[in-house]
Structure formats: C-alpha cells, structure tokens
C-alpha cells in the first residue's frame, strides 16, 4: 500500500477525473439541485455519504461473494440492489434517531440511488482495484478512499456551480439559455479550467 | 420607459467614470506591452492582435444584432477583451486562431451570460484555454525573441519544466522581454508602466496582483528549489510566464473578482496557489490562465461567504 | 394504430428524452465521441428500455405501491445484466469502448423515468410502443451528438477521415466540450420550439 498511490487518487477523483465535470456520473442532480447552495451542501453531503458506505459494501460483496462463487456477472444487479437497500435502510434509520439530520439531507436519499455517481464509483472500484478476479494489495482502503473522495469532487462541483447560479439569478439572461443550458455551459467552462491539472506528477 | 431599477450583481459604480471610460483607460494601459510585443516579435503579433480585436468586436455586433439588442461594441469592453486574447497568443499562430479564439471568447464567455457584467468568467481567458484544449500544437509553439523569421523557441517555463539547462536568461532579459512567450506577457516593464497608471487613476487596487504574485514568489521559493526546501528561484518565477499580465490585468477584473477588499486578498492567493502548484507539479509549463479561472468559479462563493453585514440585519 | 404511431413519435420529438425531457444525459455526453459508440449505446438502451417497459406494464397490477421502486430496478438490472452478458460475447470491443457506462443502463433516468411515469399505468402495447419511441429518441439524439462532436472533433465519421487538412476541434472530444455541446444544442432546441406555440 503506498502513500503516494492515495495522493493520486484524491487528485483524480476530485480534480483530474471530477466526477461530474469529466465522468459525467450525478449530472440529473447536478443541474437541478445547484441551484442554491444550502440544498446543494445538504446534497452533496448525502452523495458523499452514500459513495463511501457503499463503497465499503459492494467492495466486501464483490470479494467474499461474487468472486468465490463466480458470479461476477451479476455485479451489476448485486451492486445496484445493494446499494438500493442500504440507502432505503439507512432513510429509515436516520428518520428514526435524528429527525434534524433527516431534515437536512433526508429527503435527498432515496434520489441519491439512482445517482450514477454512487453505482460508477462502485463499479470504478471494482474496475480499477481487482485483476482477474483477484484484489490488488490495499484494494479495500483504496476503493474506500475513492469513495469519500468522488463524494469530495461532487461537492467541490456542486459548490462552485451553487454559488454561481445564486449570483446568475440576479441578472436577465438571455431566455432560451436559462437554466439547464446556461447550467452545462457553465459546467463546461469549469470543466476547461479544471484541465489545468491535466498531467499532474508528485 | 425602459426599467430604472437594476438589480443585478457586479460591477455597480458610483463615481463620474462610466463602464465604459474605464474600459478604454484599460486598453491604453495595454499599448505599452503591445507595442513591446510587436517589437520583439515582428509583424506578425501585430496581425495577430489586429484580427484578435476584430473578431471581438464582429462577434458581440453580430450576437447583439441577431438579438435585437442595442450595440455596445463602442464600450470598450469587446475591444479589451479581443486585446487581452491576442496577447495570450503566440505570436506566429495561423490567422484564424485569434479570429476563432475571441469569437468564443465573446459569444460563449461573455453574452451568452447576458452580455456586461453577468459572465463569470474571465473571457479572454475562457477563449485563450479552450484553444489550448483545441489545437494545442499551435498555441505551444513559440518563437525566438528579435528574430522576425520565425524560428521556434521554448519559453523558460516550459525549459524548466522539461528540467533543460536555462540558456542565456538573465533577469534583465526577463524583465525586457528578451524571450520566447506569449506577444502581451513577455515585456515586464511595459506591462509595470501600464499597470502603475491603472493604480495612479484608482482603476486597479493591489489587493489581488500584490497577494497573487506575492503567494506564486512564496510557493516557489519553498518548493521550487532543486536542492531541497527554500532554495526556488522566486524572482525567475515571478518575472516568467504570464504571471505579470494576469496577475494585474486579468485577475483584477471587476466582473469576475470578489467584489470585498477581504473576499479579493482569498481571490489573490488562491490565483497565487493554484498558478504555483501547476507550474511546480502539474504537466504543463504555466498555470496562470487555468488558475485565475478556476478562481472565477470561486469568486461567486468567495462573496456569498464574504459579505459585509448590511446595517440592520443580523 | 394511429394511437400507437402517436405514443412512438411522441418519444422521438415533442418528449425526446434527451433534448426536452433532459434524463440520461450521463451516458449521452460519456459515450457520444463517436458514431460507432453512440449508435451502439443507443441500441443498448433502448434493448433494456423495450425489456424494462413490456414486464413492468405486464406486472404492474401485482407490485405493491411501497417497494415499487426496488422492483423496477430488479426487472431493469436483469434486462441490463442480459444486455451485458450479450454485449460481452458478441461485441467485445464495443462493450470495452463503453466501458462502466454499460452497466450503468441501469440507473439512466430514461429508463427508471419511463418505468415510473408511464410503463406502471399503462397497457404492454402502449407501453412497448411508449419504449421504442423514447429508445428511438434517445438514440437519435445520441446520432446528432456523437456526430458533431466526431466530426468536428476529431475529423473523421466511423473512423474515416472525410474532409483533409481539416484542423478538429478537439475540445470537443473531450468532456468539456461535450457539455458545451449539449448545452448549444438545448439553447437552440428552446429557441426553435420558442417560436412554436
């Protein structure tokens, strides 16, 4: 397990390959939840919440279930249903024990499951960190890691996006690019600016 | 009677200076540094800066005509804009970059916001990345200095980037502009004159050049070093690149910058930081434009967190 | 009939899925840069899409209200693990070129969309017809984007060059551009239906 391959997963899940601005995964959400930031933090903490956990889930599925039995090809189904039942489990236990807390992001969950976010990075997960079957060295720690951190990247993207959408609605913009256009050209040009991170060597 | 009530963000000015005044002052603070350009260059930046500007100004008539909106092209501020561009490029690209680069610049980094005022960012930068995006070979191709054929030249950066021994640079020749760059960034001193009347006329403030450069000279100095911590060449850093252009011509626009003294200072060390990490750890040789737009995405937080109270309210 | 060629073309332009309605964007904008790839994840979806419609409609008197959604998703990722297995056999190198988009068919909101707001209260022929038009749609969208963006972007269409000496666009083979892309075209598709009433 090496430090350095940590640091280079945090670059690229949050800069480099920013998991809404150039993996496309949570864009449905990303438009149309940035629109002010308080939603926006609330949001983004779910989506950060759900990646990491179930990144930890589909991990220990996908290593102690899929693969012994050989059922890799039902990753899909069996990531998605877990994923499914995870969130509804854990709506169901926040709106028990902390009402505050449910109202502050609650309501984003069951939405957050069919964020493509939260199924790439599990799929990514599995991807990257397993050849052959086999789990490289340290796979779980990086596929947790790599969770919290596309959670980290869909913030980053949803902050920065809120916050100019608050100030955009202030000024007339011209009609046929309001919202959803004006949303993905904005998203673009963030896009550009993040390719300054392009070819990052530490 | 057209609505007198306008609520919208920046810029909101209350002195005898009109947007546009200020527009042109800021255009004749760039003559310096382009005539410097055209003289260490050849002709050739001098094409490149004549369509740069055209373009500009064609684009925002074109846009505002086909949207039956009044014609502003004679504020300024699409003059400024194709400027800054042109001086953003190398000074042998094919003719049809500066034509292509302030079109975007115009039409996708300023009026499709809803023209003055509304975009968020910078648009001569948007228009100069998304040519580096586009056709990288010809806005990485630069020449040599005083040598009007054309005959290619690496910058300094992008020397120290690749780890090559740096030539014949010494910082007088830095600071003239005796090297391969960009046609608006390479002559320092033309660049210092235009920015001093800025500061004399009260249009610029140091808040943000003065933060952003002195961060890029801190970072550098710490880690820029070949020999371990604290032995960087700050001032080779500070005088390289585009560094000097953007830092007090770019990043102070009032349009996309904070708009408190507070929120400015942020904006000008988190340009200064980003500017150092890519051109210490990133792949290319200068970060300066990537930097300051990412902080334009910011600057819109950077107010909300850094409002001043409104007298009354909590 | 006329009913059923109106709930076909319904999906392909007055609701396209992708330009009015605005779902799936995730994998149009992934997948789009080239013909090849845009055509095959359009065929992919609407395989799923066609599936996921016809047994929802078929059992959807029998779903209770409360776990309709874990349903949904079941039939969804079947057809979905089925259009893998199928992709992985038959067209490898496709289904190497769409990479984690594939399994991702199953949460495009097209599909979920579609199973929510109509395959549950409508009839199997109604719906059939509801999911090839939507797949239809999505497709054509999917044809016009990763055309552009090959085109323009790259230069060439189904890996041939076609005009030489032409300088791509490259940005427009990369995310960036493909956002900037969807965002013109959804401008300019509000504008043309701007004019009609």
């Given at each position: 397990?090496?430090?350095?391959?940590?640091?280079?997963?945090?670059?690229?899940?949050?800069?480099?390959?920013?998991?809404?601005?150039?993996?496309?995964?949570?864009?449905?959400s990303?438009?149309?939840?940035?629109?002010?930031?308080?939603?926006?933090?609330?949001?983004?903490?779910?989506?950060?919440?759900?990646?990491?956990?179930?990144?930890?889930?589909?991990?220990?599925?996908?290593?102690?279930?899929?693969?012994?039995?050989?059922?890799?090809?039902?990753?899909?189904?069996?990531f998605?249903?877990?994923?499914?039942?995870?969130?509804?489990?854990?709506?169901?236990?926040?709106?028990?024990?902390?009402p505050?807390?449910?109202?502050?992001?609650?309501?984003y969950?069951?939405?957050?499951?069919?964020?493509?976010?939260?199924?790439?990075?599990?799929?990514?997960?599995?991807?990257?960190f397993?050849i052959?079957?086999k789990?490289l060295?340290?796979?779980?720690?990086?596929?947790?890691?790599?969770?919290?951190?596309?959670?980290?990247?869909?913030?980053l993207?949803?902050?920065?996006?809120?916050?100019?959408?608050?100030?955009?609605?202030?000024?007339?913009?011209?009609?046929?690019v309001?919202?959803?256009?004006?949303?993905?050209?904005?998203?673009?040009?963030?896009?550009?600016?993040?390719?300054?991170?392009?070819?990052?060597?530490? | 009677?057209?609505?007198?009530?306008?609520?919208?963000?920046?810029?909101?000015?209350?002195?005898?200076?009109?947007?546009?005044?200020?527009?042109?002052?800021?255009?004749l603070?760039l003559?310096?540094?382009?005539?410097?350009?055209v003289f260490?260059?050849?002709?050739?930046a001098?094409?490149?800066?004549?369509?740069?500007?055209?373009?500009?100004?064609?684009?925002?008539?074109?846009?505002?005509?086909?949207?039956?909106?009044?014609?502003?092209?004679?504020?300024?501020?699409?003059?400024?804009?194709?400027?800054?561009l042109?001086?953003n490029?190398p000074?042998?690209?094919?003719?049809?970059?500066p034509?292509?680069?302030?079109f975007?610049?115009?039409?996708?980094?300023?009026?499709?916001?809803?023209?003055?005022?509304?975009?968020?960012?910078?648009?001569?930068?948007?228009?100069?990345?998304?040519?580096?995006?586009?056709?990288?070979?010809?806005l990485?191709?630069?020449?040599?200095?005083?040598?009007?054929?054309?005959?290619?030249q690496?910058?300094?950066?992008?020397?120290?980037?690749?780890?090559?021994?740096?030539g014949?640079?010494s910082?007088?020749?830095?600071?003239?502009?005796?090297?391969?760059?960009?046609?608006?960034e390479?002559c320092?001193?033309?660049?210092?004159?235009g920015a001093?009347?800025?500061?004399i006329?009260?249009?610029?403030?140091?808040?943000i050049?003065?933060?952003?450069?002195?961060?890029?000279g801190?970072?550098?100095?710490?880690?820029?070093?070949?020999?371990?911590?604290?032995?960087?060449?700050?001032?080779?850093?500070?005088l390289?690149?585009?560094l000097?252009?953007g830092?007090?011509?770019?990043?102070?626009?009032?349009?996309?910058?904070?708009?408190?003294?507070?929120g400015?200072?942020?904006?000008?060390?988190?340009?200064?930081?980003?500017?150092?990490?890519?051109?210490?750890?990133?792949?290319?040789?200068?970060?300066?434009?990537y930097?300051?737009?990412?902080?334009n995405?910011?600057?819109?937080?950077?107010?909300?967190?850094?409002?001043?109270?409104?007298?009354?309210?909590? | 009939?006329?009913?059923f060629?109106?709930?076909?073309?319904?999906?392909?332009?007055?609701?396209n899925?992708?330009?009015?309605?605005?779902?799936?964007?995730?994998?149009?904008?992934?997948?789009?840069?080239?013909?090849?790839?845009?055509?095959?994840?359009?065929?992919?979806?609407?395989?799923?899409?066609?599936g996921?419609?016809?047994?929802?409609?078929?059992?959807?008197?029998?779903?209770?209200?409360?776990?309709?959604?874990?349903?949904?998703?079941?039939?969804?990722?079947?057809?979905?693990?089925?259009?893998?297995?199928?992709?992985?056999?038959?067209?490898?190198?496709?289904?190497r070129?769409?990479g984690?988009?594939?399994?991702?068919?199953?949460?495009?909101?097209?599909?979920l969309?579609?199973?929510?707001?109509?395959?549950?209260k409508?009839?199997v022929v109604?719906?059939?017809?509801?999911?090839?038009?939507?797949?239809?749609?999505?497709?054509?969208?999917?044809?016009?984007?990763?055309?552009?963006?090959?085109?323009?972007?790259?230069g060439?269409?189904?890996?041939?060059?076609i005009?030489?000496?032409?300088?791509?666009?490259?940005?427009?083979?990369?995310?960036?551009?493909?956002?900037?892309?969807?965002?013109?075209?959804?401008?300019?598709?509000?504008?043309?239906?701007?004019?009609?009433?």
């Open positions: 397990m090496e430090i350095s391959k940590f640091f280079t997963i945090f670059i690229s899940a949050v800069f480099i390959w920013n998991v809404i601005l150039s993996r496309f995964l949570g864009l449905c990303f438009i149309a939840i940035s629109k002010e930031t308080k939603p926006a933090l609330a949001m983004s903490f779910a989506v950060m919440f759900v990646t990491t956990m179930s990144s930890i889930i589909t991990w220990l599925i996908y290593r102690f279930l899929l693969i012994p039995f050989n059922l890799t090809y039902l990753r899909t189904i069996a998605i249903l877990v994923i499914a039942t995870f969130v509804q489990f854990v709506e169901m236990v926040i709106r028990k024990i902390a505050p807390f449910y109202r502050f992001f609650g309501i969950l069951p939405l957050i499951t069919v964020n493509c976010a939260v199924l790439g990075v599990a799929v990514l997960n599995s991807d990257m397993f052959n079957g789990a060295e340290g796979s779980f720690w990086y596929s947790t890691f790599q969770g919290v951190c596309v959670g980290l990247g869909y913030t993207a949803m902050l920065l996006m809120s916050g100019i959408r608050e100030r955009l609605e202030l000024c007339d913009v011209p009609k046929a309001k919202d959803f256009p004006l949303g993905f050209i904005i998203a673009s040009l963030m896009s550009l600016s993040f390719l300054g991170f392009n070819g990052f060597r530490f | 009677m057209k609505n007198k009530l306008i609520v919208c963000a920046s810029p909101h000015l209350h002195k005898d200076e009109s947007v546009s005044r200020i527009m042109w002052m800021v255009v603070s003559v310096p540094c382009g005539i410097a350009g260490i260059f050849g002709l050739s001098l094409w490149v800066i004549t369509l740069g500007v055209i373009s500009a100004l064609v684009t925002e008539a074109g846009l505002q005509i086909l949207s039956k909106k009044k014609v502003s092209i004679l504020d300024g501020s699409a003059f400024l804009t194709g400027l800054l042109a001086y490029l000074p042998h690209v094919p003719f049809w970059i034509v292509v680069g302030s975007f610049a115009i039409a996708i980094g300023k009026q499709v916001f809803g023209g003055l005022g509304q975009n968020i960012f910078n648009p001569a930068l948007a228009g100069r990345v998304f040519l580096m995006a586009s056709w990288p070979k010809y990485t191709t630069f020449t040599q200095p005083l040598n009007y054929d054309a005959v290619t690496a910058t300094p950066l992008a020397l120290l980037k690749e780890g090559k021994l740096l014949d640079f910082y007088l020749k830095l600071f003239l502009g005796v090297r391969g760059g960009c046609i608006g390479v320092i001193l033309a660049l210092l004159l001093l009347f800025l500061f006329r009260g249009y610029i403030s140091w808040h050049p003065l933060t952003y450069i002195f961060t890029v801190v970072l550098t100095y710490i880690f820029g070093g070949s020999q371990g911590l604290f032995s960087g060449d700050w001032l080779f850093h500070i390289s690149g585009g000097i252009l830092a007090f011509f770019m990043a102070t626009d009032y349009v996309t910058s904070p708009l408190t003294r507070k400015q200072i942020i904006f000008g060390v988190g340009c200064g930081l980003l500017t150092a990490i890519i051109r210490l750890w990133g792949g290319y040789p200068e970060g300066a434009s930097a300051i737009l990412m902080m995405a910011a600057a819109a937080l950077i107010d909300r967190f850094t409002k001043s109270r409104v007298y009354g309210t909590k | 009939m006329k009913k060629l109106q709930e076909f073309l319904k999906g392909v332009f007055k609701e899925p992708t330009f009015v309605l605005v779902l799936g964007l995730c994998p149009t904008l992934a997948v789009s840069i080239s013909l090849i790839n845009g055509i095959g994840m359009g065929i992919a979806a609407t395989f799923v899409l066609l996921s419609n016809i047994i929802i409609s078929m059992i959807r008197n029998f779903i209770p209200d409360r776990i309709r959604i874990p349903c949904y998703i079941v039939v969804i990722a079947t057809f979905v693990t089925i259009n893998e297995m199928v992709m992985k056999a038959y067209s490898p190198a496709l289904n070129a769409l984690i988009y594939v399994p991702l068919i199953v949460v495009n909101c097209i599909v969309g579609r199973a929510e707001a109509y395959a549950c409508n009839s109604n719906s059939f017809f509801d999911g090839l038009g939507m797949g239809v749609g999505f497709t054509l969208a999917l044809i016009l984007i990763s055309g552009i963006r090959e085109f323009l972007g790259v060439k269409l189904f890996g041939h060059t005009v030489k000496g032409f300088e791509p666009v490259l940005v427009l083979s990369m995310p960036s551009g493909a956002l900037l892309l969807i965002g013109l075209l959804l401008g300019f598709f509000n504008l043309i239906n701007k004019n009609k009433p």
